[in-house]
Nanobody, 114 residues
Framework: QVQLVESGGGLVQPGGSLRLSCAVS????????MGWYRQAPGKQRELVAE???????NYADSVKGRFTISRDNAKNTLYLQMNSLKPEDTAVYYC????????WGQGTQVTVSS
């Protein structure tokens, strides 16, 4: 059974930075395209960044140039470095395969506010 455990969220002021981590407990991680998704209150969950097994990346226009996705296959861990955060980045952030599995972790809350 896959387990996805996100961490690293918190409250940050506009312009600040956070680094999210996702521990994936399944051997599939090393060959999977992975992504970070987010869901803001009252909105649908959206994919904001993805990375292939060979570390080719792609980003939603809303985060391009500010967020960086990376992976450590030796640690089965996915990362999201978020810089120049804006209030509109406030959401619960999740990691999952791309396309996503039915199973989701608990997510990690990111709140950008002064």
């Amino acid at each position: 059974q896959v387990q996805l455990v996100e961490s690293g969220g918190g409250l940050v002021q506009p312009g600040g930075s956070l680094r999210l981590s996702c521990a994936v407990s399944n051997i599939f991680f090393r060959t999977a395209r992975m992504g970070w998704y987010r869901q803001a209150p009252g909105k649908q969950r959206e994919l904001v960044a993805e990375i292939t097994s060979s570390s080719v990346t792609n980003y939603a226009d809303s985060v391009k140039g500010r967020f960086t996705i990376s992976r450590d296959n030796a640690k089965n861990t996915l990362y999201l470095q978020m810089n120049s955060l804006k209030p509109e980045d406030t959401a619960v952030y999740y990691c999952n395969r791309v396309p996503n599995l039915e199973y989701w972790g608990q997510g990690t809350q990111v709140t950008v506010s002064s």
